[in-house]
């Protein structure tokens, strides 16, 4: 992954030097991908340069995030800590959405991070990094103008088991690596859980939906039942309206 990892720290570089811009925001969940994305800006740009943006709701364990922005060596000074539980309870209040609506208060907890972290962008003059993969890209999991918002994506062309090679490449600590993914909207949430499906599978079919052009009904993959493949499949096909809006003349 050594190749690749150059490839994207180039493009980071250049695009910051190309728009006369030091400053990167980075919103860190403590997760693989804003773990990966954190450390290949770092490599781009100045450690003292980089603002990690860390959005607890309530309560919610935030010790990752801060391992990986020691870690990567970011000032202390630099790393920015808001809980977002007033924000989203007050939203949810005054939008009537009770705590058992959870898909809808998930999205006002992506937004309101989204709002704070171009906030930081503006106040600092930067640059937001963006943390979402090819396989969430294509599977819709993401929240409009929320987790997906950003002005950089350098890992968006990188399947999810391609990014936990980039970490195994950059030797991330153990427990980021090893973590199950979770988009951290509500208790024990998990993307395997909700998706239905676990992403080594997932990255299989969607490479040949998406990269090979393939319908679901021409896949048969080693170990792979018919019914993830077609689970994957409605998926993508449910979700790209997504990737499709707002719809122009």
């Known amino acids: 992954m050594q190749v690749e990892a150059e490839k994207i720290q180039k493009f980071l570089k250049g695009t910051f030097t190309k728009n006369n811009i030091n400053s990167a925001i980075i919103a860190v969940s403590g997760g693989i991908d804003s773990a990966i994305s954190l450390t290949l800006i770092t490599r781009a740009i100045l450690p003292n340069n980089i603002y990690p943006v860390l959005m607890p709701y309530g309560d919610q364990d ?76 294509y599977l819709g999991y993401f929240t409009r103008f929320g987790d997906e918002a950003s002005d950089i994506e350098p890992i968006v062309h990188l399947y999810k088991t391609q990014i936990r090679q980039l970490a195994q490449y950059f030797d991330i600590p153990n427990e980021i690596l090893t973590k199950k993914p979770s988009a951290g909207l509500w208790k024990d949430q998990t993307d395997e859980n909700e998706l239905g499906f676990g992403y080594e599978a997932a990255d299989l079919v969607l490479k040949e939906i998406i990269d090979n ?7 048969n993959i080693e170990n792979i039942s018919p019914e993830i493949v077609e689970k994957v499949a409605k998926r993508v096909h449910n979700q790209a309206f997504k990737l499709e809006v707002p719809y122009k003349l």
């Open 213 to 219: 052009n393939k319908e679901a009904s021409e896949i």
């Open 62 to 137: 935030m010790t990752d995030a801060l391992s990986i922005c020691e870690w990567n060596q970011i000032p202390k000074e630099n790393i920015v800590i808001k809980n977002i539980k007033s924000s989203v309870d007050g939203i949810c209040s005054s939008l009537n959405i009770s705590q058992d609506e959870i898909m809808r208060k998930g999205n006002i907890m992506a937004r309101v991070r989204m709002i704070i972290t171009y906030d930081i962008a503006k106040e600092k003059n930067g640059l937001v990094i963006g943390t979402e993969n090819k396989s969430e890209h």
